[in-house]
């Protein structure tokens, strides 16, 4: 097998590399002093000019008299990243890291490789979680920059537990990749998971997350994310706090959390910045909404298929009125409605901001009332597949609610050939692969099956907080309290009394 | 390596079995709503020695319409289930029953004996246990003819109506066979007819002796039928005349049953504790009279309408009432045929009524 | 011969509840009435409580069977019979759990038939459900167990919902008089009626995989009064909802109960309560095809790919077989024979023959 990193020649000295990164044309490399000829080479696209000229260039050109060797020169640097190197193979990568090489050229042997990598050249300065976007809490959400995504955890989890490993991906683009953990906390089983399958990877090309959470997952044959991915430090943050790992990729404004049940992709920050009541009360609205988006339209293609006994007679008019000019099967209906919302929803996010929603309203409005008025489906399932598409929204986490909408389609091809019975049949078969399903080795629906009835507080309902103060038993946690509840805080004024 | 090729082949297999399924299945089964005929009602009649069966549906032709029109299929055969056959010969569409909201018989037919009607109607699951059964004074093809006037399920509705604010006991389809297959009560059964107007209405019930119909209750005796059977639903008015010939008209609405048989004497006591409501003008009456007087007169009234009742049934020697499931609860060794020959014909009624008027309206 | 399963296919002792109460459902809860009212008429109540409390005891009795050295049937037959007999007679038994599944299966297709799907043919819903099964299956135990786990409470729940609804037109009066049975009809009610709780005797074959065997025993009894109280609140309504010869000419008398019910929104809940029982009778059904893969993997080693294919196609040839409902009635009869002996001579019968061993061991090694 012929992979890309054989095609590079083999480098003897620092000349070896000059030459062969001179082809590219970012590539610089001038001469600080002919005398001595001493040399300075990096990759324009990466460094950052002011690190070369104010900590580089001017302390050499200044004190050039006293230098005569690679040491001195280091001494003279006001920047402690700096490194004396000879390795040649370790060399080439650094200055694809963005780091500069200071060397004489007529001994090419050693070299000091000083960090000049950018910081802002090329990253989006705004970071706001738009895709997961909440009412209120934080807006604060994950840049391209690994280096800001640290920064914005180490913040948020003021620690010295919080550890960070790093390793690099990608055999092309050797993209820098890091999982966070808090030690003391998280099972080691876990870690050991990660870092395993990470070390393991071979693929080119890492340009976001959601790749690397494609090539670590568990199982690849699944519609549901195994693994969450997300943008909000805050829920990151959870995560690590509940003995999860965290695993940020440059270049990618998502972080991967593992290992994951399925219950986690319906939590919302939300839920714990609401008073407990309303958390839970929109919990439950919200696995409402995943039980109507999933069943609404194949149940109504049962019913209007094969089961006409179960529509009360005052329904029954209704619903014929509004089908007796259409001219095909509930079956051919449903699907083209569905597909059709699917490409509005497809072409919105596609599509520009603004675009996309005058497109949503045109779309939503007059595709669907011509569609009635030209007999192709009924205004009743109209509303339906409109509703199911709406309560699909409603998931918090995006690859979640793409999940949702994909699983109505083989219910609704179900409901149609076996009705009712089909549309079990279905339903049971989801269920055996979410049994099925493990994420880093969890079992996917995990307080549920296998129960664990203490992580259940944080489950269907949030209990208040001080009654979730135990981290999730099935994540195996090494410190299973996460505080303690000294006494309930209580009001000791009476509040009949109290004049 | 090998086990994901194992795997990658059990999932082609899975799809091809799934894409023969979907072959084997096709679509001849399918009953979409829109391409079946949904029968509302059915009417049995009997003619020359053949039954005749008429059933309504509405048509859909226009969308948003106010009103459907419905038709009606007739046929005849010697079976009940044989009209059936005839009616689809006369449609392109599939026949479907399970919106059946009631089924009608003449007088004729039910004389005849309706077991075979009950057996088949219980035998097809797509039929609801809460259709009703119903006696047509008239044929029972005049009288859903006459209903294609009215918006659909009108005839059910007119019955649920009286079944829950009228004189009728309530009945339907499961109740009817509860009584049919029970060793110690007959049926019965709702009757009703078209007035002069072409209006419809319930005229009392029809009692059954085994499967035949052999007594028929006034409006008056079968709100007496529905005291003595029925345990929730009251909201019946009941007219009666005072002693000092006021016309009254009261409203019963709740009533507490208690029986107890005593096997020796062969004798029954029915216990009720009638609530009423007071519908006339409360000042023609004074508070002592309402206490004492009126009291007392409308448990007199009751006791003697009921027993009227009882004796009636009893000289017909039917058992709408199910005296003989009360015998049968507490006599180890209960024959029906014993039974009905020998003790209920000698049977004494005890009846104690005690009402109470809670509230005279609004008026004072 | 030695049992111990890895410890990542164990499941902890709280699931035998609901794998119990997965194992007895079955198609039994929508007719059994029929039969019982025949045999026992307004006692049908009391036959059931008292086949419920036999069940207990046998129960008891294979948890007596069941000890550390020799955990599952199999086990137990070599201990006692050899190795040859031994096999016969855990072949036998497999034989019975597949004809139990079988029976399970087609009743619930001929239900499907009736009340849904009159033009369906057996051999496309038999292949649907069998390839859901195979899905569950091969998943092994612990998705079985899952399965069990999230469909067992699902009758209850319907029924919770739905026996509201009949109260209306109960008569108490049909209970009466109380213990009115006749001895022989009380014997020939508890005979043919107590298959209705057959299915918990898998614990014979999934014992080992309870985490911690012997004190299961708490939960597996809670199960089965669980089980009784589903069924006797079940028979009494339907008692009082039907007149007996309504139920003697009903083939499903609960399915005609719930059909009474309508809700403004849904006008029949029968049906939805016969698609509903699809999520009832397929942990059931795993269960036991479950068990028969495990009886040979365990004997012979056969690797339970094999044996589960092989399996599912004699319950598809066989459900493809009985073509009518006759057959189906004679199938009963014979899986219902077979269940009765299993449980009610051989379990009691195996329990005599372990004692007496151990009696005489014990006397062995006193005496030497």
Known sequence: ?499 | ?364 | MQNEPKESYVVSNFFIFFIMISSINGTGLLGFQNILAKNAKQDGWIVVLSIGISILLILWLIYKILQAESNDIMAVHNDIFGKFTGSVLSVIISIYFLSASIFVFRTYLEIVRVWAFPSVSVIELGVLMLLIIYYIVSGGFRVVTGICFLFALIPSILFLFSLFFPLKFVHLNNLSPILNISFPDFIKGFKESSPIFFGFETLLIYFPLLKNGESSKKWASYAIIYTIFLFTIVTLISFTYFSIGQLINSKWPTLEMIKIIELPFVERFDFIFVFSWLAVIIPTICLHIWSVCRIYKRLFDIKPRISLVISLGIVFLSTVGIDNYFKLEMFNKYVYAAGFYFVYFYIPLIFVIKIGRNMMKNRLRNGG
């Not at chain 2, 072409?198 to 009692?207: A, C, H, P, Q």
């Open chain 2, 1 to 364: 390596m090998t086990s994901i090729m194992n795997k990658n082949n059990l999932c082609r297999r899975f799809v091809g079995i799934f894409f023969i399924c979907i072959f084997i299945s096709g679509c001849s089964r399918t009953t979409i709503i829109d391409d079946v005929k949904i029968i509302q009602s059915l009417g049995y009649d009997l003619e020359n020695n053949k039954i005749k069966g008429t059933a309504s549906y509405p048509v859909y032709v226009e969308s948003m319409q106010e009103s459907h029109p419905r038709k009606l299929f007739t046929s005849e055969s010697n079976t009940t289930t044989g009209v059936y056959t005839s009616f689809s010969n006369q449609t392109a569409h599939r026949i479907d029953m399970s919106q059946l909201g009631s089924v009608f018989f003449s007088e004729n037919f039910a004389k005849n004996g309706i077991s075979d009607l009950i057996g088949n109607l219980n035998s097809d699951p797509n039929i609801s246990s809460n259709s009703t059964l119903i006696i047509s004074s008239k044929s029972a093809s005049d009288l859903l003819e006459e209903s294609m006037n009215y918006p659909p399920y009108f005839l059910s509705s007119v019955l649920d109506q009286s079944m829950r604010n009228g004189n009728i006991p309530l009945s339907n389809l499961h109740t009817v066979s509860y009584q049919y297959y029970s060793e110690g009560q007959d049926m019965y059964i709702p009757k009703m007819d078209i007035n002069e107007k072409g209006l419809f209405v319930s005229e009392g019930v029809g009692v059954f002796k085994d499967e035949k119909l052999a007594l028929s209750l006034n409006n008056k005796e079968s709100l007496m039928l529905k005291i003595l059977v029925d345990k929730l639903g009251f909201n019946s008015t009941y007219e009666f005349t005072t002693s000092d010939n006021k016309q009254l008209l009261i409203k019963i609405v709740s009533n507490n049953k208690n029986s107890h048989v005593q096997i020796n004497n062969s004798e029954v006591t029915y216990k009720f504790k009638l609530k009423v409501y007071l519908k006339e003008q409360a000042s023609k009456l004074s508070v002592a009279n309402i206490n004492n007087k009126l009291t007392k007169e409308i448990e007199t009234n009751i006791r003697t309408e009921l027993t009227n009742l009882l004796e009636k049934l009893k000289k017909e020697n039917v058992d709408p009432v199910g005296v003989g499931e009360l015998f049968r609860g507490a006599q180890r060794d209960w024959k029906r045929y014993e039974f009905y020959e020998r003790v209920y014909p000698n049977i004494k009624f005890n009846i104690k009524a005690n009402v109470n008027i809670v509230n005279t309206g609004a008026a004072k």
């Open chain 1, 1 to 499: 097998m012929v992979s890309l990193k054989s095609t590079l020649p083999e480098f003897k000295n620092i000349n070896d590399i000059i030459a062969y990164y001179s082809q590219s044309s970012d590539f610089s490399n001038l001469i600080l002093s002919s005398e001595l000829s001493l040399s300075i080479a990096y990759f324009d696209s990466l460094v950052d000019e002011n690190i070369i000229h104010e900590n580089i260039s001017t302390p050499i050109l200044e004190n050039l008299e006293e230098i005569s060797s690679l040491e001195e020169i280091r001494k003279i640097l006001p920047i402690k990243d700096t490194k004396t190197n000879n390795n040649m193979k370790e060399i080439s990568e650094q200055v694809l890291q963005g780091s500069s090489i200071i060397f004489f050229k007529n001994n090419a042997d050693t070299c000091i490789v000083v960090n000049s990598l950018t910081t802002s050249k090329g990253y989006r300065e705004q970071n706001d979680a738009e895709n997961e976007s909440s009412v209120i809490g934080p807006k604060v959400g994950f840049v391209e920059n690994i280096d800001t995504n640290l920064r914005l955890l180490r913040k948020s989890l003021n620690t010295p537990n919080l550890k960070f490993e790093e390793m690099i991906v990608g055999s092309t683009s050797n993209t820098k990749v890091v999982i966070a953990y808090l030690e003391g906390v998280i099972n080691e089983e876990y870690l050991n998971t990660a870092r395993q399958r990470i070390k393991e990877l071979d693929y080119d090309l890492i340009c976001d997350s959601s790749m690397l959470d494609q090539l670590i997952t568990d199982n690849s044959n699944t519609p549901f994310p195994l693994l969450l991915t997300t943008e909000r430090v805050d829920r990151a943050a959870f995560c690590l706090i509940n003995g999860q790992l965290t695993i940020l990729c440059d270049g990618s404004p998502y972080a991967i959390n593992a290992p994951t049940s399925i219950f986690d992709f319906f939590v919302s920050p939300e839920d714990y910045l609401l008073p407990w009541v309303l958390g839970s009360f929109f919990r439950m609205i919200r696995f409402l909404g995943v039980m109507f988006s999933i069943t609404a339209t194949p149940i109504y293609v049962a019913v209007l298929t094969y089961h006409i006994a179960i529509i009360p007679k005052d329904m029954l008019g209704p619903i014929i009125d509004s089908r007796v000019n259409v001219p095909f099967p509930p079956l051919i209906e449903a699907l083209f409605l569905e597909i059709i919302i699917e490409f509005l929803r497809e072409a919105g996010a596609r599509l520009p901001t603004k675009v996309g929603q005058t497109l949503g309203i045109v779309g939503g409005i007059v595709i669907g009332q011509a569609a009635v008025e030209a007999a192709l489906t009924s205004n009743i399932l109209l509303i339906i597949v409109a509703l199911s598409a709406l309560a699909s929204f409603t998931t918090p986490t995006f690859k979640m609610s793409n999940t949702i909408r994909f699983l109505r389609f083989p219910l609704i091809i179900l409901a149609s050939i076996w009705g009712g019975l089909g549309l079990v049949a279905g339903v049971i078969v989801l269920f055996t692969h979410i049994i099925r399903l493990k994420s880093f080795g969890i079992p996917y629906l995990a307080p549920l099956y296998p129960f664990r009835y203490r992580d259940l507080t944080d489950g269907f309902v949030r209990f208040p907080l001080p009654y979730i103060n135990k981290r999730r038993t099935i994540f195996r946690p090494l410190i299973l309290s996460r505080f303690y509840v000294n006494g309930r805080r209580k009001d000791k004024r009476d509040d009949f009394n109290n004049e």
